[in-house]
Nanobody
Framework: QVQLVESGGGSVQAGGSLRLSCAAA????????MGWFRQAPGKERELVAA????????SYGDSVKGRFTISRDNAKNIMWLQMSDLKPEDTAVYSC???????????????WGQGTQVTVSS
């Protein structure tokens, strides 16, 4: 089993930055692929970013490309999402996820965190 816990969410003004963290515990060697997803009220969950075990493969949602950066440190069992130039439309609950393969879809992940709220005001 794996437990994922997000932190770092909060409120920020447009143009600001936040860094989200996802700490993993348990059988972390199974987290070959990890990702960040977000869901805003009334909208479907969408991919923010995904990363493979070695960090050599990443994928980003079109709306965050060039503004967000995903990274991970397997020795520390932590994944990060650095968010810059935040916009009001980035407001959502952000969840981290992990699974046995690299995936850009939520169905590819087995483990999920509880989510952290990010609110961007104009």
């Amino acid at each position: 089993q794996v437990q994922l816990v997000e932190s770092g969410g909060g409120s920020v003004q447009a143009g600001g930055s936040l860094r989200l963290s996802c700490a993993a515990a348990g059988h972390t060697f199974t987290l070959v692929g990890m990702g960040w997803f977000r869901q805003a009220p009334g909208k479907e969950r969408e991919l923010v970013a995904a990363i493979n075990w070695s960090g050599t493969l990443t994928s980003y949602g079109d709306s965050v490309k060039g503004r967000f950066t995903i990274s991970r440190d397997n020795a520390k069992n932590i994944m990060w999402l650095q968010m810059s130039d935040l916009k009001p439309e980035d407001t959502a609950v952000y969840s981290c996820a992990g699974g046995p393969t690299f995936s850009t879809t939520s169905s590819g992940y087995r483990y999920w965190g509880q989510g952290t709220q990010v609110t961007v005001s104009s």
